[in-house]
Each structure stands twice: as structure tokens, then as C-alpha cells.
DNA sequence: AAGCCGGGGGA
DNA sequence: TCCCCAGGCTT
């Protein structure tokens, strides 16, 4: 792995936030984007809001990135810019959990504290044959007190890197058993419950949504407004936005309608683009883009009118990079 | 204790 | 399709 032997608590930090349930080979270059545009906790902590969301874009749980601002500040304002070595304090910070905490802690300062993460529950509910769920409350206290335990106190953080490294290359999800050096001690192997653990309880339902985004441009500028509510993708920006329960399944006629209910009159044909569906955590996001050159600029918006340069320094959700970034004509139209 | 937060890739 | 990813925060 790249960051192998890292003891540079800023890039540790920050690639343990960058790769929180996030693959290597999709995080990793927003990493070095990262330590090459701000070298320094203290050059991230001065950093604006903005610049930094730009840098995050389309990485995807974005609340990372407001904690990882929060905390490079916290850092700067109350550790003199060096991060603290203490495990509780580490764990206080926002954005840092019990995983996180553990990787600090271990791979920087030698502290004996077990990494518990996807790839750890893998292989301690494999190797032990435990059935219980692990992502249930009493799960997840048993599986943290094993890992504990099972810690090399003499090298924690090699240990840890160790585990998790063992189960990314040979206890995956499905595993390379055939290769494994522990098979003969492996209870999940020699019971034949390989492929049931770990259990896990929840199932997550995922709600249906439709946006419809109306893109409105007048002169060289387009509409657009920030995402403040408490939902997906806040802090990003995004077109006017009109939310369904179904399929609002628009043509031109529907729209037109619309339009003048909103007293708002296009110069010409509008454009119906329906977007590629976006899947996240716990809903699916459907929906359409609409392009629309109004006559007169409409005044009930509340956002601003930018330029397509302007537009370019702010982040905006896949959904819409994928409409915004692709093609000529959509270019074109901005 | 349960729900929520993105986006991508492999089987 | 479904599952998983070097998880964490809010309610």
C-alpha cells in the first residue's frame, strides 16, 4: 500500500479521512491532489471553505470534508498546528472515529490501540468463527474487545497494518482460501461458513427521488443555488430544483405549463435531457435536466447568477457534474 | 439503537 | 442486481 510506514500524522490523518469507506484506487488520487495543493495542516486550516469542496468533489460524503476543514483548525488554533498524540484527544476531533483514532494513534505514535474496520471484522469473525452480527450494539463491542486482545502490544501499528492488509489481499469478501496461510487454524474455513460471515442484520431500504433540475440561463449567466437543508449533498450547489414523489415524465407541453405558472417565458425551445440515475447509501435519484433560456430574467429565484468561470470554482453533486462535465452542447448552452 | 451520508467497482 | 469499501455523526 502506498502509504505504507507514513508517520506524518497530517498525511495519515488525512488519507484515513480521504479513504473512509472509499477504495484505494478511487481515493488515492484526491489524496496527492490534497498534500500537493495544501503541503501542511496549517496551509489546509487557511485554506477557504470553498477551494477545499471544490477539491473534494464528487468523492462523495461530504460532511468528510466540513469535518476534515473543522479539524485542520482545531489543530491550528489549540495543537500549534502539530496533531495530538494522545488517543482521547485524537478521538475527540471531528470527522474521527474509533477506527480512525486507533490509526492515528498506532501508526504515528506506536500507541497499542486495535484498528476495527471492515477488514478486521472480516477476518476476526472468519478466523473465530463468531456469528454474531457486526453491525449490531452487542457485535460491535465483542468484535472490538477480540481485536483488542489480539494486538501485538510490541508493534501495534505494524500489526495493525498487518491485519488490515491481510484482509484486503486474502480474507476479501470472497477470499483466496486456496492461498491462505491460516486456513488450517480457520474455523470459518474448516466449518464451511466461509461464505455466510461475517452475518450482518441490516438490510438498508433505499427510497426512490426524482429532481428535476430547470437549468435557467439568461445572457451568459445560469441560475444556481446551494444546498442548506439538512439532506444529501449539503454545502454543494446545484440548478433550480423541483422534487417528485413519481416520474414527472416532462414534455414540452408540461413544461411550458409550468413555466408560466412561475410567469416565466421562454425565448426558445427548451431542452429535456433525462439525467443517469444516481444510486447512494439510502435512495436512488432519478430525474431530468431542463434547459431554459428565459425572455426576462425571472426575479423570484433565490440564488445567484454566475458565470460558466464562476460556476467552474464551485462543487456540485455527481448527479449533476456528470450532466455539467460531459458533453459540448451542455457546455455550450452554460 | 437506528438512520443517514456518495460514489465506484467487482461478482 | 447486490455487496462492499482502511466509518462517523445525528437523532
Given at each position: 500500500m502506498p502509504w505504507k510506514g507514513e508517520k506524518d500524522a497530517y498525511k495519515v490523518w488525512l488519507s484515513e479521512i480521504i479513504l473512509q469507506q472509499t477504495r484505494v484506487e478511487q481515493g488515492w488520487n484526491y489524496y496527492e491532489k490534497f498534500i500537493q495543493q495544501y503541503p501542511t495542516v496549517?496551509q489546509l486550516?487557511?485554506a477557504?471553505?470553498?477551494a477545499v469542496f471544490k477539491l473534494w468533489e464528487g468523492l462523495g460524503y461530504y460532511?468528510r470534508c466540513?469535518n476534515l476543514l473543522?479539524t485542520a483548525?482545531?489543530?491550528?488554533?489549540?495543537?500549534?498546528?502539530?496533531f495530538?498524540?494522545?488517543?482521547?484527544?485524537?478521538?475527540?476531533?471531528?470527522g474521527i472515529?474509533?477506527y480512525t483514532?486507533?490509526a492515528i494513534?498506532?501508526f504515528c505514535?506506536?500507541?497499542?490501540?486495535?484498528?476495527?474496520d471492515?477488514?478486521?471484522?472480516?477476518?476476526?469473525?472468519?478466523?473465530?468463527?463468531?456469528?454474531?452480527?457486526?453491525?449490531?450494539?452487542?457485535?460491535?463491542?465483542?468484535?472490538?474487545?477480540?481485536?483488542?486482545?489480539?494486538?501485538?502490544?510490541?508493534?501495534?501499528?505494524?500489526?495493525?497494518q498487518?491485519?488490515m492488509?491481510?484482509?484486503a489481499?486474502?480474507?476479501?469478501?470472497?477470499?483466496?482460501?486456496?492461498?491462505?496461510?491460516?486456513?488450517?487454524?480457520?474455523?470459518?474455513?474448516?466449518?464451511?461458513?466461509?461464505?455466510?460471515?461475517?452475518?450482518?442484520?441490516?438490510?438498508?431500504?433505499?427510497?426512490?427521488?426524482?429532481?428535476?433540475?430547470?437549468?435557467?440561463?439568461?445572457?451568459?449567466?445560469?441560475?444556481?443555488?446551494?444546498?442548506?437543508?439538512?439532506?444529501?449533498?449539503?454545502?454543494?450547489?446545484?440548478?433550480?430544483?423541483?422534487?417528485?414523489?413519481?416520474?414527472?415524465?416532462?414534455?414540452?407541453?408540461?413544461?411550458?405549463?409550468?413555466?408560466?405558472?412561475?410567469?416565466?417565458?421562454?425565448?426558445?425551445?427548451?431542452?429535456?435531457?433525462?439525467?443517469?440515475?444516481?444510486?447512494?447509501?439510502?435512495?436512488?435519484?432519478?430525474?431530468?435536466?431542463?434547459?431554459?433560456?428565459?425572455?426576462?430574467?425571472?426575479?423570484?429565484?433565490?440564488?445567484?447568477?454566475?458565470?460558466?468561470?464562476?460556476?467552474?470554482?464551485?462543487a456540485?453533486?455527481?448527479?449533476?457534474?456528470?450532466?455539467?462535465?460531459?458533453?459540448?452542447?451542455?457546455?455550450?448552452?452554460?
Amino acid at each position: 500500500m502506498p502509504w505504507k510506514g507514513e508517520k506524518d500524522a497530517y498525511k495519515v490523518w488525512l488519507s484515513e479521512i480521504i479513504l473512509q469507506q472509499t477504495r484505494v484506487e478511487q481515493g488515492w488520487n484526491y489524496y496527492e491532489k490534497f498534500i500537493q495543493q495544501y503541503p501542511t495542516v496549517i496551509q489546509l486550516a487557511n485554506a477557504k471553505d470553498e477551494a477545499v469542496f471544490k477539491l473534494w468533489e464528487g468523492l462523495g460524503y461530504y460532511t468528510r470534508c466540513r469535518n476534515l476543514l473543522h479539524t485542520a483548525r482545531v489543530v491550528r488554533d489549540n495543537y500549534n498546528g502539530r496533531f495530538p498524540s494522545d488517543y482521547n484527544a485524537i478521538l475527540n476531533l471531528k470527522g474521527i472515529g474509533n477506527y480512525t483514532a486507533a490509526a492515528i494513534a498506532s501508526f504515528c505514535f506506536n500507541q497499542p490501540y486495535a484498528v476495527v474496520d471492515g477488514n478486521v471484522l472480516r477476518v476476526l469473525s472468519r478466523f473465530f468463527g463468531i456469528e454474531n452480527p457486526i453491525d449490531s450494539t452487542e457485535g460491535k463491542k465483542l468484535f472490538s474487545k477480540l481485536a483488542q486482545e489480539c494486538l501485538d502490544a510490541a508493534g501495534p501499528g505494524e500489526y495493525n497494518q498487518s491485519i488490515m492488509d491481510f484482509g484486503a489481499t486474502v480474507c476479501k469478501p470472497v477470499p483466496v482460501c486456496r492461498q491462505c496461510p491460516l486456513q488450517k487454524n480457520c474455523i470459518a474455513f474448516n466449518t464451511n461458513k466461509v461464505g455466510i460471515l461475517p452475518v450482518k442484520e441490516k438490510s438498508i431500504r433505499k427510497k426512490e427521488r426524482w429532481f428535476t433540475y430547470f437549468v435557467f440561463s439568461y445572457k451568459d449567466k445560469t441560475f444556481v443555488q446551494q444546498r442548506t437543508a439538512k439532506d444529501i449533498w449539503q454545502n454543494l450547489y446545484e440548478f433550480y430544483l423541483e422534487e417528485t414523489l413519481t416520474d414527472p415524465a416532462w414534455n414540452h407541453q408540461k413544461i411550458k405549463h409550468w413555466l408560466h405558472k412561475k410567469n416565466i417565458f421562454p425565448s426558445k425551445e427548451t431542452v429535456i435531457i433525462p439525467a443517469k440515475k444516481q444510486v447512494l447509501t439510502h435512495q436512488v435519484i432519478h430525474g431530468y435536466f431542463i434547459l431554459i433560456e428565459p425572455k426576462t430574467l425571472p426575479s423570484a429565484l433565490k440564488g445567484a447568477w454566475l458565470s460558466k468561470k464562476e460556476i467552474k470554482h464551485k462543487a456540485f453533486p455527481q448527479f449533476i457534474h456528470q450532466f455539467t462535465g460531459k458533453t459540448n452542447l451542455q457546455l455550450q448552452f452554460l
